[in-house]
């Protein structure tokens, strides 16, 4: 009976990703591009803008040029910079009071994707007012947000142009996953000069976060051709670009790959939704604080392993896609040689596998909250038992 409700939820939910209303933002992209955006700002006319961070890109110097910008296009602006990673309720709340209390007109989001959704919702929160655990889910609020530009400075999670945003709860620790066309920023800057003082960690995490956007969303009993264009896309740069981008942080082609990557796997899932590794992954950062581009990277290919034979097809497609097909092989062992790829990938970039502080009495709590999480929201190939959770989660044990 169950299974049924999440057949039919599926279903609600691939048609609200279709036809939620999307407004189609401005793109400005290559070096200096965060500039142009900027200087955008001052040409739509807003005199005043809140910029919205955190603290250590505030205090690096990396911002030094966009603020020099506003300031030579006689743009007033105040900061908060108060975000941290998987931002909660009350940094968003924080937000909203500065956006209020400084009569800001838009608002300049800096940063990576806890920056970027904590950023969406404050524009959101402006214009409707209320209790912010009332927006979870996927259904379109009332008004408009406040205007929003969008500066990502990692190549991974794509939230500048998804519909999407995750909070979390402070009290519960549970991550509120929200959709809502309104949420898409209005002007975007793909600026890599940005990214490139990136950590080769962060890269590393952030463009395996890329990677499993863009192959859940082609799993997804979502997908579709507008969908998979996307998905094919960031999966092609992610293998030819992410390792070149990992060893040389200054290699600017790659950095821009990246970014094309993400900004691909973010258009690529926001129509589809994603897939079990990210319900396993919310949890891994809900009770172990365990960064979700890692998260999602830890289980990324035992997940599609366990999906089995229903994904075979795709992942034979996959692995020609990049490239590493053999003739003469099945659709089995072409599925089979893409995990690897996936595999040897992660194995490079020496990405950590096993979470931090997980329990053998958190597996239940793991189980129980990914199969919800699934079954409420992500249209999955398959649908698993407990015991395959279970089988997927105990190996990351410490």
């Avoid at 799993?219 to 992410?242: M, P, R």
């Avoid at 809900?286 to 599609?304: D, F, I, Q, S, W």
Wanted: proline share 5%.
């Amino acid at each position: 009976m169950k299974i049924l409700y999440y057949k039919m939820r599926a279903v609600a939910v691939t048609w609200l990703l279709r036809l939620m209303p999307r407004q189609a933002p401005m793109i400005f992209k290559g070096a200096n591009s965060s500039l142009a955006l900027c200087e955008q700002v001052a040409v739509l006319g807003y005199q005043k803008v809140l910029i919205v961070t955190d603290n250590f890109l505030y205090t690096s110097g990396l911002l030094d040029k966009i603020i020099s910008t506003l300031e030579e296009n006689n743009v007033r602006f105040a900061v908060y910079d108060g975000v941290l990673p998987d931002p909660t309720f009350d940094q968003v709340q924080a937000a909203e009071k500065k956006l209020r209390e400084e009569n800001c007109e838009a608002i300049i989001a800096v940063g990576g994707g806890s920056v970027l959704d904590a950023a969406k919702m404050t524009a959101m929160l402006r214009t409707n007012p209320g209790d912010l655990a009332s927006f979870t889910g996927i259904r379109p609020s009332k008004n408009a947000g406040t205007p929003l530009f969008a500066i990502p400075t990692t190549a991974g999670t794509g939230s500048e142009i998804t519909l999407a945003a995750v909070i979390t709860d402070p009290i519960s620790h549970m991550k509120m996953p929200i959709g809502d066309g309104k949420l898409i920023p209005r002007y975007i800057a793909l600026d890599a000069e940005l990214m490139r003082t990136m950590p080769p960690s962060i890269t590393a995490a952030t463009g395996m976060d890329a990677l499993t956007h863009a192959v859940e969303s082609y799993l997804s009993k979502a997908s579709h051709k507008a969908s998979e264009e996307h998905a094919f896309a960031a999966i092609k740069l992610v293998f030819k670009y992410l390792l070149r981008a990992f060893d040389n942080g200054d290699d600017l082609v790659a950095r821009d790959a990246m970014a094309q990557a993400s900004f691909y796997g973010g258009a690529a899932f926001d129509k589809t939704s994603v897939g079990y590794v990210h319900g396993i992954a919310h949890q891994l950062g809900r009770l172990c604080g365990t960064p979700h581009g890692n998260a999602n990277a830890m289980v990324l290919p035992e997940v599609l392993l366990a999906y089995g034979d229903c994904v075979h097809s795709k992942l034979a497609n996959l692995a020609k896609l990049i490239g590493i097909e053999q003739t003469n092989h099945t659709e089995a062992e072409l599925a089979q040689q893409f995990i690897q790829a996936v595999i040897d990938m992660r194995k490079q970039m020496d990405l950590p596998l096993k979470p931090q502080g997980l329990k053998e009495s958190h597996i239940p709590d793991v189980v129980k909250e990914a199969l919800a999480e699934a079954g409420s929201l992500y249209p999955v190939p398959r649908y698993m038992s407990k015991k395959e959770i279970a089988d997927l989660v105990r190996p990351l044990l410490a």
